[in-house]
Structures are given as C-alpha cells and as structure tokens.
C-alpha cells in the first residue's frame, strides 16, 4: 500500500471551536432579533471598551507663545474623547502657524499633553554682499522681518526671490545662502550672504531656418545682442525673458514687411551654460515664400462715398513686395480721409486676398458702415502735475464727437510726443447707452526738468561748452522754459527764451527769447561784435506737413576791437547799430525723421526784414531745401542746397548782416574761406548773395548697428559773391568753388562726432582751403 503524504489534521483549539460556534448562532439568531425588534449594533458598541475622555490639556515647552494661544489651535477641549484623527489634525494646526519647530501630542491618562518647541524670533534680517542691489530692494522681496518667527522654509523662499530679482536684472550667476546666528531668549539675526557674480550676457544668438536674410542681418532686427567689448555702457547684451519677447515680434514684423506673409517664429529658446556664464539664444524660423502685391482697389459700400478720391492715398503698386505695415498705414490714411470729409461712423477694413499660385496678395479697402457711437466723456487719469487742458487739447476727438478709433491712435501719440509722460494709454468703455463710450486717458507722468552740460570741439568754434537748465512743462501747464549759456573760443552767449506751445487755448504757439552774444572774428575779418537784444515767436502749424513762424526781433549791435591792419571797409562799420527786424520761416517737411531723416524731402523759406525802429535797414532771403533717397535699409543718397540773398534798401550792407560760405556749409573750406576778400588786408568781407549745394551717400562701414557708425562719401559746391563797396583791393571773382571728399560720422556715447577729408578741387589762390574738418559735441 503506497505511503499516505498527508498529514493528519492538526486538532482546532476548543476555544476556535467555541468561537464558531457562537458566530453561527448569532448568525441563526439575527433574523428572529430584527423581527422581535432587538437592536443588535447598540449591544456590540456596549461590549467595545471605552476610548476615554479628555479631562485636561497641558501645554509644555512654551516660553513665548501663550499656552492659550496654543490651545485655541487645536480642534480637541476638556471632554472630548481621544480621537486619533483630531489629534493629527491639530498636530497639522499647529505645524502651519509657523510658530513652532517641532510638536508632539501624547496622552498621559486621560490628559491630552502638548509638547512644543518654539521657533527662534528674527532680531534682524540683514544683506551681505549686493552692490547692484540696495538693501530696500533686498528687503521688498523677502517676507521675513524683524520680530517673526524664523522658519528655514520661510527662509529658503526669501532666498528663491531674492534669485529671482537679480536674474530680473540679468545676474544668473548670483548665489544665495541664508545664515542665522543665534542671539540669546531664543532670538537669531537672520543673514543674506549674497555673491552677486557678474551680468549674465548673451554669447551668442542662432537662427534655425531662415534663408533668404542672414544670421547678421538678423542679428540686426532684433534688440537683444550679443556680448561684446564695445557695448561696456549697454544693457541690450544682458540677458532678458521681455525683451526675447519682443524680439519675436521684431522678427514677425520685419518679415512680414518684406513680403513673407506667412511668416512664423516656431521657437525662442534662451539656454544658460553650464558655468552660467551666458546665455545661447536660438530663434527658430518658418519663412514662407516671398509674396507681391496683387491688385489694390478701395470698394465701398456706402453710396455717398466717392472711391475715386480715395484711390489716391494708395501709395503703393501693384509688383511691389507685400508689406503689411505699408497696408494698415494706407487703411488709417482712408479712415482720417473719410472723418475730414464728415463720414465718422464709415469703418475701413483691408480685404486680403493671397494667391499662393502666384505668390501675389491683393488687398481690397473696403468701406462700410459702421455704428452710430458717440463720445459721452473723456476721463483724464493719472496726471499729477499736468493740468487736464494741456492734454486735452491734443486729443483729436471731443465729447460728443463721433467715436472714431484711428483719431484716438492719433491723439495718443500726439499725447506721447508732448514728453511729458513716460506712458500713455487710451482705453474705452460702455458708456451710459448702447450707443456711446467713455474714454479714458491714462498718463504716467515722467520728469521734464533738464540739466545739460555740453563740451565739444570744432574747426569752426574750436573748444566749446554749454551749460543749459530746461524745464519743458513749466507749471503743468505745458510751457518750456530754458536758460542757456555757452563758452567758446570764439563765441559766447547768453540766452533765455519761453515758449506757450497753445496761445489762449488755440494752435498757436507764443515764445519771447531775450540773448547777449559776443563774437571773436578776428582770425578771418579782424573784428570782435556783440549783440543784445529780445526777440518776439508766434508759430502755427498749417497742417500736417507745413509750419510757419513769424518773429520781431529788437537788438543793438557793436562792432569793435577792430584791428589797425583791418579791411578799411570793416573800419567804416566800427559802432553800435539798433535793429529791428521782423521776420517769418514757411516750412514743408516730410521726412520720416526730424531728427536722423532717411527718407523723405524737406524745404523751407525764410525772409527777414529790417527797417522801421532801427538804424539798419535790409531784405534778406533764404531757401534750404533737403531730399533723402534709400537705395536700401542702411544706405541712402543727400541732395541738399541752400541760396540766399539780402538787399541794402538803399544803403550798403553792413558785414554783420552778410553771409558766410566754408567750414560746416562747404566742406573743404574754412569758414569764410570763400567770397570777397580785401587783398590787401585778406580780411573776408562776406557777400550778399550765396549758394551751397551737397550730393552725398551715406553707408555702414561694416561695424555692427550698435556703433552708431557711418561713412560718406561727397560733393559739394557753393559760391559766395557781391559786396555793396566797390574796388581795385576787393576780390571777387564770384566763380563756383567744389570740393570732393569722404567723412565718417559717429554717434559715440560721449556724443555725436563727425570728422570729414575734403579736398578742394576747384577754387580761388585768395581762398582758405581745410583738408580736415572735425566736429564733437556731447551733453551729459
């Protein structure tokens, strides 16, 4: 018989089987218990042994938190029961008020103990090492002060932001170490230990993708740059997440206004080395194809509104490269066009229609109209010195008026160019009616004080300096006041002039200057002048392009310290002569910028007139005129040419009131290096009739944007001639001078600085030559 593996049951304990037993029972019982109405859960909760009650709380280690304040924390009283949950839930209370280092709840009986340690109180909180950094910046970033409880993780946060506000201001490499050191009564000094390390810049800038600009002409369009040794007093090299954020845009705009319509930035991505030393940033680029205008038409929906006026203000051609920026100037160009002409509620909306067959994109300016919305109130906000009318009266929209958004663009930027406010802002909102709004500017208003110290040098002036003290919106109200004066070795002056830009309110500007200016020309017509006096300015501007001035000005005149070998002509005028001119200035500009113009054309004509009130009596007349031609972005062609004239009235014109040709006007000459001379004396007499004419190029050199550096290349021509004397010792041949030569101009960041290489090419033996004109001038 095969062996059995199976072991024998092992024998239940009796009390198992007992237990069984009686679980089966009840289990039997429990049907006839529910019928005869028994409650069999109340019986097992009495056979469960008690938890106990609370009968006392005892809060230890406290010295100084009140233990009262330790027991309103916790969610257990006296006679409650001992609830596991309530505990940890009151241990979790107390952790978070922060008071406390460590907490322990333990049950002795039937008392609920408390054991704390508190947390050690902040004596001070100080900063070691910032320089970059002040202490009330520190300070504005951390929580932790004086007289709070310190916790480490309260402090580890004060740490993230202090990190945070030196990588703001691109220090990445900035290292923060909180130390406490322990003050007796459980009180510590709660320490910073900074190492602000060195700026973070950018080590170099990439560009995936792109394929017809390259990576420097990039590297151009947007305003972050690489680091680099010559950008010591810029922070455009440093490090910044905002202005990768504009950059962006930079890049979409610029595209888009070269005609890549579908033009996209994937991806910018900053990565920091791994010595956190800079940071490598990556654009990654979807170019797109290149598209031309299409056909460009204005439709309107309007019956009243006669297309064939509108056509006009589209500036561009068909076969042009798209540029989306030339379409939204030409759509507000038709919106202000069709306000003048009292349409304000037609809205105009460009209609873009993109053949990618032809890779051409047609734009439609549709007209329609829009709805009836009217100005209920304009809200001026935020001005604090600023009186609310000299804001006013640059909004081109009024209470009342149609709501026309374009105007109010418009009126924002006129607000802007005031520079009285570091930002403005127009916002509109729902007015009381469906069918008006409230509009609010919101101004931040900037300091308008000025304090400028000049120094310089030029050929024509040689070592110069200026001290000026500005205040260009004189008691809110808009008014510039200046007070100038200026050394040189050979001119001196003293002047102060204020100016109401808006006369009673209307536009009308109303200025008064009062001067005292002394001049040294004995180095080419062997005199010294001086000349006192006021001047009266009203201004009005036309419209958009065209601007007049009209002046009277009021002065006496000295020529004195005249040499004993000077020009018997120069002699004759030795004296002090009053003055009494009026005069006007009519002025046409459309440059793109008044101040550096690329593009564009500019003319003007003076005319001034002395006479009645005075003891000089003349006509004179100027006209400057100005073109500027782009061949491309960096490189553009100057036209200019000047031509003046000034008639005696009868009388001889004194040398004071003539004109002068060389040095800034005629390079390659020295300041009245040209004109009629005395030949005996070879003192330079000026002449009565002038002109100057200048063909130049201007281009990089090859150095980066950020330089400021240009080259020239340029001709220029002028003649200077006629005299009312006349005689054998007088040179004047009145035959035209030019000069040919190359220049380098230079905005430096002590000031602007232009040197230029002339060589005259065609002149007089009687004339002054200049192979070297220099000019450097700064305000700090």
Excluded: C, H
Aim: glycine residues 8%; negative net charge; hydrophobic residues 40%.
């Amino acid at each position: 018989m095969p062996e059995n593996n199976l072991q024998p049951a092992r024998p239940r304990p009796f009390r198992f089987r007992m237990r069984r037993a009686a679980l089966i029972l009840l289990l039997l019982a429990a049907p006839l218990l529910a019928v005869a109405g028994m409650p069999l859960r109340p019986a097992l909760a009495q056979a469960a042994p008690a938890a106990g009650v609370i009968s006392d709380i005892t809060v230890e280690g406290v010295f100084r938190v009140e233990p009262a304040t330790v027991r309103a924390y916790i969610t257990l009283s006296p006679g409650d029961a001992f609830s596991p949950a309530e505990m940890n839930r009151s241990l979790k209370a107390l952790f978070a008020t922060g008071l406390f280092a460590d907490v322990k709840l333990e049950r002795d009986g039937n008392r609920l103990v408390v054991r704390v340690v508190e947390n050690p109180v902040i004596n001070q909180v100080a900063f070691e090492g910032n320089l970059r950094v002040t202490d009330e910046d520190l300070a504005a970033e951390t929580r932790l002060k004086a007289r709070m409880a310190y916790t480490p993780a309260a402090a580890q946060r004060d740490m993230e932001n202090i990190l945070a506000l030196y990588n703001s201001r691109g220090r990445f490499a900035a290292t923060v170490t909180p130390q406490i050191i322990q003050r007796e009564q459980n009180r510590v000094d709660l320490v910073f230990e900074i190492s602000e390390g060195p700026e973070t810049g950018v080590n170099r800038i990439s560009f995936i993708g792109n394929r017809f600009f390259s990576d420097a002409a990039l590297r151009d369009v947007v305003t972050t740059r690489e680091t680099r040794w010559f950008r010591p007093f810029s922070n455009v090299d440093k490090y910044d997440p905002d202005r990768l954020q504009f950059d962006q845009e930079s890049l979409r705009r610029y595209y888009i206004a070269n005609g890549f319509a579908d033009f996209q930035v994937t991806s910018a991505v900053a990565e920091l080395a791994d010595d956190r030393s800079g940071f490598f940033i990556t654009f990654t680029l979807r170019e797109g194809p290149r598209y031309r205008f299409g056909a460009l038409d204005v439709v309107s929906d309007v019956a009243e509104i006669r297309t064939e006026d509108l056509r006009r203000l589209v500036t561009v051609k068909p076969g042009a490269w798209y540029n989306a920026d030339a379409v939204d100037s030409i759509a507000n160009a038709i919106d202000e066009a069709l306000a003048e002409q009292g349409y304000a509620f037609a809205q105009v909306q460009p209609r873009i229609r993109l053949d990618g067959a032809d890779l051409t994109i047609g734009v439609s300016f549709g007209i329609s109209e829009g709805p009836k919305v009217y100005v209920q109130r304009i809200d001026i906000l935020g001005n604090v010195r600023t009186v609310d009318k000299v804001i006013r009266r640059e909004l081109l929209v009024a209470e009342g008026d149609a709501y026309n958004p374009a105007r109010l663009a418009r009126s924002r930027q006129r607000v802007q160019n005031l520079g009285f406010f570091q930002s403005v802002r127009v916002v509109t909102r729902q007015g009381d009616s469906p069918d008006s709004v409230i509009v609010e500017v919101a101004v931040q208003e900037q300091p308008t004080g000025e304090l400028n110290i000049g120094a310089g040098y030029s050929t024509t002036d040689g070592v110069l300096g200026e001290v000026s003290i500005r205040e260009r919106n004189l008691m809110g109200l808009g008014r510039d006041l200046r007070l100038a004066v200026r050394a040189a070795q050979s001119r001196n002056s003293l002047d102060m002039s204020l100016t109401e830009p808006r006369f009673m309110g209307k536009n009308l500007s109303l200025g008064g200057d009062l001067f005292r200016t002394t001049s040294d020309k004995q180095t080419y017509s062997s005199y010294d002048s001086s000349q006192t006096g006021g001047r009266l300015r009203v201004g009005y501007r036309l419209n958009e392009y065209w601007t007049q001035q009209a002046s009277y000005q009021f002065s006496r005149e000295t020529v004195e310290n005249i040499d004993e070998g000077a020009s018997r002509y120069i002699k004759d005028q030795a004296g002090t002569q009053t003055l009494s001119v009026l005069g006007q200035t009519l002025t046409y500009d459309r440059r793109n910028s008044s101040i550096d113009p690329t593009s564009g054309y500019m003319a003007s004509l003076s005319n001034r007139f002395a006479g009645p009130g005075g003891t000089v009596s003349y006509l004179q007349s100027e006209l400057t005129a100005s073109y500027y031609l782009p061949f491309t972005e960096d490189v553009y062609l100057v036209t200019a040419g000047s031509a003046g004239y000034i008639n005696g009235l009868g009388d001889a014109t004194r040398v004071n009131d003539r004109f002068f040709v060389g040095g800034d006007n005629l390079r390659g000459f020295e300041y009245a290096g040209i004109g009629p001379r005395d030949v005996g004396t070879d003192d330079a007499l000026g002449g009565n009739r002038y002109a100057t004419a200048l063909l130049e190029l201007r281009f990089p050199v090859g150095l980066p944007n950020e330089f400021g550096m240009t080259g020239t290349l340029f001709a220029n021509a002028g003649y200077l001639s006629e005299i009312d004397e006349s005689g054998a010792d007088i040179l004047d041949t009145g035959s035209i001078r030019n000069a040919i030569g190359v220049g380098l101009n230079w905005r430096s960041p002590v000031g602007p600085f232009r040197i230029s290489l002339a060589q005259a090419v065609r002149k007089e033996d009687f004339d002054k030559d200049q192979l070297f004109n220099i000019s450097i001038g700064t305000r700090f």
